[in-house]
């Protein structure tokens, strides 16, 4: 049975730390749709900023840091598309460019890792 933890254990830091990119972006997201001075938007934000960095702390204890926080960049990667999609805003080349080779740069590391 050990056996096959090790493999979830091993998928488990890098997967909390895209959760962790991913609150990072939905915080800042609900920070910059927030109508005015809102206590509620800006407490809602700060729970989903903190929900990430408690994913981060959990990955730290699943990862090798070498691996895990070059994966933490994917928060550009995740700002982009929601740029994109919720805030309709326009994307230039050389960023699209840019998140490209944040993703390959991921991948690599991510398959290159133990």
Same mark, same amino acid.
């Given at each position: 049975?050990? /056996? /096959?933890?090790? +493999?979830?254990?091993? /998928?488990? &830091? ?9 609150? !990072?972006?939905? &915080? /800042?997201? !609900?920070?910059?749709?927030? +109508? &005015? ?7 809602? =934000? ?17 990862? *090798?840091?070498? #691996?895990?926080? +070059? ?15 919720? @805030?309709? *805003?326009?994307? +230039?080349? @050389? ?10 740069? !991921?991948? #690599?590391? =991510?398959?290159?890792?133990?």
């Amino acid at each position: 049975m050990n /056996q /096959q933890i090790k +493999p979830i254990k091993k /998928q488990l &830091g890098p997967l909390l730390m895209l959760l962790c990119a991913a609150c !990072v972006c939905l &915080g /800042q997201l !609900v920070w910059k749709l927030m +109508p &005015g001075y809102n206590p509620i938007y800006l407490l809602g =934000g700060y729970a989903i900023y903190a929900a990430g960095a408690l994913s981060m702390i959990f990955a730290y204890r699943y990862g *090798e840091l070498s #691996v895990l926080q +070059p994966i933490n960049s994917m928060s550009f990667v995740f700002s982009t598309i929601i740029a994109l999609f919720i @805030l309709h *805003e326009k994307i +230039p080349v @050389l960023n699209i460019v840019g998140i490209t080779l944040i993703i390959t740069g !991921v991948v #690599v590391i =991510g398959a290159n890792s133990r």
